[in-house]
């Protein structure tokens, strides 16, 4: 499974674009790029995921380069409930009903504190 | 989307007792569930799969007979921390692999203490 690295912390303000790079210098072919967002003292939750290129949702977008090793999730003007633990994970996930092969394995993440 | 309760979301026991913990996937079906724990401050680490039907496979490190895992049915699983110390207090969450393309679901965590 690949290794990621990501910064240990950000801090940003209202209204702000956050931008997190992640690197996973060792990505395999058949790796997806998975962004989840904890709080304290709750389940992480799906961000946003990607294979190449970019992928956007309502709430992120997400940069993959062409040689896919790091990705950047960018989140548009965060308010001060975007303030969490984001992190970045890479692993082989077949997508399907039911069930999956691989399992996710989490880094450090990255602290987002946004201020008013 | 897919929805992972997990339960209890807090429970404090005393040394030597056994605590069980439930996941369950309520609108789909899981033949897989991944059983995290979480010390504070610090990242998710995988500790075990379970796997319906068949026996749970744990990660290095991670005692079989302290956490014993069930996969009883295609939406329930159970961590059971048998004869819990002080040290087994953390933050334990559960995990259902990704159905479409939302990534994997988490259940909310249990907090268990250990007194």
């Known amino acids: 499974l690949a290794k990621t690295t990501q910064p240990i912390s950000m801090d940003s303000y209202e209204g702000q674009e956050v931008n997190i790079t992640c690197s996973h210098n060792?990505?395999?072919?058949?790796?997806?790029i998975t962004w989840y967002q904890q709080f304290p003292s709750q389940g992480p939750r799906f961000i946003i995921q990607?294979?190449?290129t970019k992928v956007t949702n309502e709430v992120a977008s997400l940069f993959i380069p062409a040689d896919r090793k790091s990705s950047t999730l960018s989140l548009p003007r965060v308010s001060l409930s975007d303030t969490a633990v984001y992190y970045c994970?890479?692993?082989?996930?077949?997508?399907?009903?039911?069930?999956?092969?691989?399992?996710?394995?989490f880094g450090k993440g990255t602290k987002l504190s946004v201020k008013p | 989307g897919a929805v992972v309760s997990q339960h209890p979301s807090r429970v404090i026991c005393k040394s030597g007792t056994s605590v069980k913990i439930e996941c369950r996937s309520l609108?789909?079906?899981?033949?897989?569930m991944f059983w995290y724990r979480q010390f504070p401050k610090q990242s998710l680490m995988l500790m075990a799969t379970?796997?319906?039907?068949?026996?749970?496979?744990?990660e290095q490190g991670v005692e079989k007979d302290k956490f014993l895992i069930n996969h009883a049915s295609l939406t329930l699983s159970t961590l059971t921390v048998t004869s819990a110390h002080p040290e087994d207090s953390s933050f334990y969450i559960c995990?259902?692999?990704?159905?479409?393309?939302?990534?994997?679901?988490f259940g909310s965590g249990t907090r268990l203490t250990v007194v």
């Open positions: 995990s259902a692999p990704p159905r479409g393309d939302y990534g994997y679901t």
């Open positions: 060792n990505i395999a072919t058949n790796d997806y």
């Open positions: 990607g294979y190449k």
């Open positions: 994970l890479v692993g082989a996930v077949t997508l399907g009903y039911g069930g999956s092969q691989g399992n996710l394995i």
């Open positions: 609108d789909f079906q899981a033949t897989t």
């Open positions: 379970s796997n319906e039907g068949s026996k749970a496979t744990y």
